[in-house]
């Protein structure tokens, strides 16, 4: 019986019929390699070459471990401060600079230059110096801290002479100088225990307090304090730990003088916002703070790129909310209307 399939089909096998295949079919089976490079032409392979070029003005490296900070005076611009794990602070100027590298440098390297000489070596610290600043509005002293929990303090106007020093954590972690001229030569820092700390610097001629003296100590952060930052009429103080907390110190009275306080009664910040607050929460913890120039938010960075914004009351030197700050909250308040809350914190 002639067969019902075209000549060039063969017959599909049945439902019972087990699909085979011919040996003679079979072929090697290569596992693939996804590091094996693919066949390319050579010239394909060639490295592009990159061309660099020094346009500096000048070099210092007598630094003879990790810089881990540098800090420029607010006046003259051309003297500089550096930190680093050798435990010590330099201080040099970049004017007169060193006469600039040729832009085809690297390409053809000419003699090496000098670095730069320093002006002022510093010590005293016992550990790694991870923070220096230049107080405000003049740079009148230069303040260091490290790991040895130890902050000094030296005099710019007398050939930055040792003036004082205060140790009250183990380790620091940053330094904030007040911006605002109305609370000149104040800074602030953040320890590994968590606390925060505001120091102003009294000239050695001061008879009361010479040197350092303790203005405010605040312990809310149940964790490192790992960043803060004055709000720009120096009147608010805000911070961030590693246990995702923000906090905003009222630390001269102004919010208070305008009648302004914190939610929270047993709280020292006139803002405190913890991961308690789920819309706060940051897994792994907050690590950056930044106030905008307005005074009116502030924003905090953290763990797996989070930022949380978080509003704040502006408030002038004088203790007097500013123009577009809630003095209506604080008028509200006098009239028992209820404390200034901040609004809700936003994600990003």
């Not at 602030?188 to 610097?201: F, K």
């Not at 978080?310 to 123009?323: C, E, F, I, M, Y």
Request: aromatic content about 8%.
């Amino acid at each position: 019986m002639a067969s019902s399939h075209p000549p060039d089909e063969a017959p599909e096998a049945s439902e019972d019929e087990e699909a085979m295949l011919d040996p003679n079919e079979a072929a090697e089976e290569i596992p693939s390699d996804s590091d094996q490079y693919m066949e390319s032409d050579p010239e394909d392979l060639q490295e592009e070459e990159i061309q660099l070029q020094n346009d500096s003005i000048a070099h210092f490296d007598k630094h003879t471990d990790s810089v881990f900070c540098i800090a420029q005076h607010p006046l003259n611009s051309s003297i500089v401060a550096t930190g680093a794990g050798d435990d010590t602070t330099y201080i040099f100027s970049t004017s007169p600079p060193s006469t600039p590298l040729p832009t085809s440098y690297e390409s053809h390297p000419s003699p090496s230059r000098a670095s730069l000489e320093p002006l002022v070596k510093l010590t005293g610290h016992t550990d790694s110096i991870n923070a220096l600043v230049y107080t405000l509005p003049n740079g009148d002293y230069l303040l260091s801290a490290g790991l040895d929990g130890r902050l000094r303090t030296y005099s710019t106007t007398n050939n930055y002479s040792f003036l004082a020093e205060a140790q009250e954590v183990e380790e620091i972690n940053w330094l904030a100088p007040n911006p605002h001229p109305s609370h000149p030569n104040t800074i602030a820092l953040g320890a590994s225990n968590g606390s925060v700390w505001v120091y102003t610097i009294s000239p050695p001629t001061d008879p009361t307090c010479p040197g350092l003296q303790v203005l405010q100590a605040y312990y809310l952060h149940t964790a490192s304090c790992t960043a803060g930052a004055w709000t720009p009429d120096g009147t608010l103080l805000c911070t961030v730990s590693e246990d995702s907390s923000f906090y905003a110190y009222d630390v001269f009275g102004s919010a208070a003088a305008a009648g302004i306080t914190s939610a929270s009664r047993s709280s020292q910040a006139i803002v405190g916002l913890t991961a308690e607050d789920q819309r706060f929460a940051v897994e792994g913890g907050l690590y950056s703070v930044a106030v905008a120039p307005t005074g009116a938010f502030a924003a905090a960075g953290g763990a797996g790129g989070m930022i949380r914004v978080v509003g704040l009351p502006r408030l002038g030197a004088g203790g007097a909310p500013t123009n577009g700050s809630p003095a209506s909250a604080a008028q509200r308040q006098r009239r028992g209307g209820g404390p200034w809350r901040p609004q809700a914190a936003r994600a990003v």
